[in-house]
């Protein structure tokens, strides 16, 4: 509990920077990103050759637009690291340098985050609480590859051996800011049309609000557990 009132207090203090800073590009990508594809005019009632005819259509940009989108988010994850770092230190802060940085790291910040994804999508298929805590035990490898400059399978199986004893209370954190966001996408969506443009906005700012307290408590146990890391 004072882990999550801790954090939650550090990104208040510093919202500003990490909200409309550091997550900003992202956060934008990510609503074109949804805004494009629920643009592409996909109908239910249309017949199969539409389709098909649409999807010729949109390949191309849509494969682009996603590329793009997984470019910034992968990025993001490891400039956010580098935010928390640089406050810290209380160094000045580029969000720019932060994301050119992070992306000298980009091939092993998005093996981390496709391998982190693929083991969580394995818990969930296990009665879905086993995926929140594989991601909770997983979720200081971000912190190893940016901080410690590790290689993707080298940063998982040291954020894997480093959080054993403090695997249930990560796993308790995974699960109520993860389980923010799926609940507000499941009322919201039952409440609004999913395809509202509201509800896509209020559900990335949920994303965000959620996502960046969380990170921030895998950055601060790696740091307690690493002090002599810069």
């Known amino acids: 509990m004072n882990q999550?009132?801790?954090?939650?207090?550090?990104?208040?203090?510093?919202?500003?920077?990490?909200?409309f800073g550091i997550a900003l590009p992202a956060i934008a990508v990510d609503l074109i990103t949804s805004f494009y594809f629920m643009n592409l005019g996909f109908d239910g009632t249309m017949s199969d050759s539409m389709i098909i005819e649409l999807l010729q259509e949109t390949a191309l940009p849509a494969a682009i637009v996603l590329l793009i989108s997984i470019f910034i988010s992968t990025t993001f994850s490891g400039a956010i690291i580098l935010g928390y770092q640089a406050i810290d230190n209380a160094n000045p802060i580029n969000v720019l340098d932060l994301y050119l940085t992070a992306f000298k790291r980009f091939i092993t910040l998005l093996g981390?985050?496709?391998?982190?994804?693929?083991?969580?999508?394995?818990?969930?298929?296990?009665?879905?609480?086993?995926?929140?805590?594989f991601l909770g035990r997983l979720g200081m490898s971000t912190s190893y590859v940016m901080l410690h400059g590790?290689?993707?399978?080298?940063?998982?199986?040291?954020?894997?051996?480093?959080?054993?004893?403090?695997?249930?209370?990560?796993?308790?954190?995974?699960?109520?800011?993860?389980?923010?966001?799926?609940?507000?996408?499941?009322?919201?969506?039952?409440?609004?049309q999913e395809e509202n443009i509201v509800f896509i906005i209020l559900t990335t700012i949920v994303k965000y609000l959620t996502t960046i307290p969380l990170t921030y408590l895998f950055y601060s146990l790696y740091k307690s557990l690493n002090p002599a890391s810069n």
């Open 4 to 19: 999550l009132i801790l954090a939650i207090n550090y990104c208040r203090t510093h919202f500003s920077l990490l909200f």
């Open 112 to 133: 981390v985050s496709l391998l982190q994804g693929f083991i969580f999508a394995f818990g969930l298929l296990l009665l879905v609480l086993p995926g929140f805590y």
């Open 150 to 192: 590790q290689k993707t399978f080298e940063a998982l199986g040291n954020a894997w051996e480093s959080s054993d004893v403090h695997g249930v209370r990560l796993f308790f954190l995974c699960l109520f800011f993860l389980g923010i966001q799926l609940m507000f996408g499941l009322v919201g969506g039952l409440i609004i």
